[in-house]
């Protein structure tokens, strides 16, 4: 088994949807998914924000579901009201979603964004109904938004992340990936970070497994919620953390060191010592290589 300083150990073949690492990250995921039509559709609203519709062709019948006063989703109705929330949530993540009354896709989608707002309660929700109103039409030109359903994600007043065209799942993971603060998934800074966790667990025969991600990698947000249920799961034993690569300098630097070129990265420890690392974000394969590197046996 080598070191930490010293691992250098080749990545695995057959890899399973992996992002090639690059210092200088594109804003959006690779795994970005646009809307049906979009070219038909971006001249449709073009056309309805100089008038009083903001109402995509297709649109259905049906309206999104309204909100309730015991939901903790908080509808906006203008550029005010939208950065006062922002400004209020501080640290806090805060989900919009961008919708149209008559967008079957903005219904379809928004019971689950409620759903999800019942459960993370470390997140803020939003919702803005893009041809409400003229201040409404404003917002969501000033936002540069094109196409509803739309998903954008905040941090401190500035926008981190944003989807279209995406399902329950997509949503649900990306809420994870970016809104994570306090679940068994330690969080990860820097080396000295790294190293206090490693030193932490010397000695308690726990394996450590290292989720090495950039902050817009599509592979890394589509297998998180993979970590974050297996952490729950395997609390006995196992012990989950997460570094983004692209935080920091000092986070960047420790990729390097550890050659990783591919993300996500899986780096499994144990007793102070690396013992291996598993490349990819399929599912069945991390939960395989965690299992083996647990000295569970797996056959298959």
Same mark, same amino acid.
Do not use: W
């Given at each position: 088994?080598?070191?930490?300083?010293?691992?250098?150990?080749?990545?695995?073949?057959?890899?399973?949807?992996?992002?090639?690492?690059?210092?200088? !990250?594109?804003?959006?995921?690779?795994?970005?998914?646009?809307?049906?039509?979009?070219? *038909?559709?971006?001249?449709?609203?073009?056309?309805?924000?100089?008038?009083?519709?903001?109402?995509?062709?297709?649109?259905?019948?049906?309206?999104?579901?309204?909100?309730?006063?015991?939901?903790?989703? *908080?509808?906006?109705?203008?550029?005010?009201?939208?950065?006062?929330?922002?400004? /209020?949530?501080?640290?806090?993540?805060?989900?919009?979603?961008? /919708?149209?009354?008559?967008?079957?896709?903005?219904?379809?989608?928004?019971?689950?964004?409620? %759903?999800?707002?019942?459960?993370?309660?470390?997140? $803020?929700?939003?919702?803005?109904?893009?041809?409400?109103?003229?201040?409404?039409?404003?917002?969501?030109?000033?936002?540069?938004?094109?196409?509803?359903?739309?998903?954008?994600?905040?941090?401190?007043?500035?926008?981190?992340?944003?989807?279209?065209?995406?399902?329950? $799942? *997509?949503?649900?993971?990306?809420?994870?990936?970016?809104?994570?603060?306090?679940?068994?998934?330690?969080?990860?800074?820097?080396?000295?970070?790294?190293?206090?966790?490693? %030193?932490?667990?010397?000695? %308690?025969?726990?394996?450590?497994?290292? %989720? &090495?991600?950039?902050?817009?990698?599509? !592979?890394?947000?589509?297998?998180?919620?993979?970590?974050?249920?297996?952490?729950? *799961?395997?609390?006995?034993?196992?012990?989950? /953390?997460?570094?983004?690569?692209?935080?920091?300098?000092?986070?960047?630097?420790?990729?390097? $060191?550890?050659?990783?070129?591919?993300?996500?990265?899986?780096?499994?420890?144990?007793?102070?010592?690396?013992?291996?690392?598993?490349?990819?974000?399929?599912?069945?394969?991390?939960?395989?290589?965690?299992?083996?590197?647990?000295? &569970?046996?797996?056959?298959?």
């Amino acid at each position: 088994m080598a070191s930490l300083t010293n691992f250098l150990a080749k990545p695995l073949q057959n890899l399973v949807s992996v992002t090639k690492l690059n210092p200088f !990250p594109s804003p959006f995921p690779s795994s970005f998914i646009p809307s049906t039509k979009p070219k *038909q559709f971006l001249s449709n609203l073009e056309t309805n924000f100089k008038g009083s519709n903001f109402i995509p062709k297709a649109a259905a019948a049906s309206g999104v579901k309204k909100v309730n006063s015991d939901e903790r989703v *908080q509808k906006v109705h203008s550029i005010e009201e939208f950065d006062e929330a922002l400004r /209020a949530a501080k640290n806090r993540l805060v989900v919009v979603e961008y /919708a149209a009354s008559r967008s079957f896709e903005s219904s379809k989608i928004y019971p689950f964004m409620v %759903d999800l707002s019942r459960t993370c309660n470390d997140v $803020d929700f939003l919702l803005v109904m893009g041809d409400e109103n003229e201040k409404t039409r404003e917002l969501c030109k000033r936002e540069k938004i094109e196409q509803v359903p739309h998903f954008s994600f905040y941090k401190n007043m500035e926008k981190i992340h944003e989807e279209e065209g995406i399902g329950p $799942d *997509q949503l649900m993971g990306d809420v994870l990936y970016y809104g994570d603060s306090h679940s068994s998934v330690v969080q990860l800074h820097s080396r000295e970070d790294v190293e206090r966790l490693i %030193d932490q667990h010397k000695v %308690d025969n726990k394996l450590l497994v290292l %989720d &090495v991600g950039l902050k817009h990698c599509g !592979p890394c947000v589509k297998v998180y919620p993979t970590v974050v249920k297996l952490s729950r *799961q395997m609390s006995d034993t196992v012990v989950f /953390a997460r570094m983004n690569g692209d935080e920091n300098e000092s986070c960047m630097q420790f990729l390097r $060191d550890m050659n990783v070129i591919e993300v996500p990265t899986f780096v499994f420890i144990r007793d102070g010592q690396i013992c291996g690392r598993y490349v990819g974000s399929g599912k069945g394969e991390l939960i395989g290589e965690i299992l083996r590197y647990q000295g &569970v046996r797996v056959t298959y």
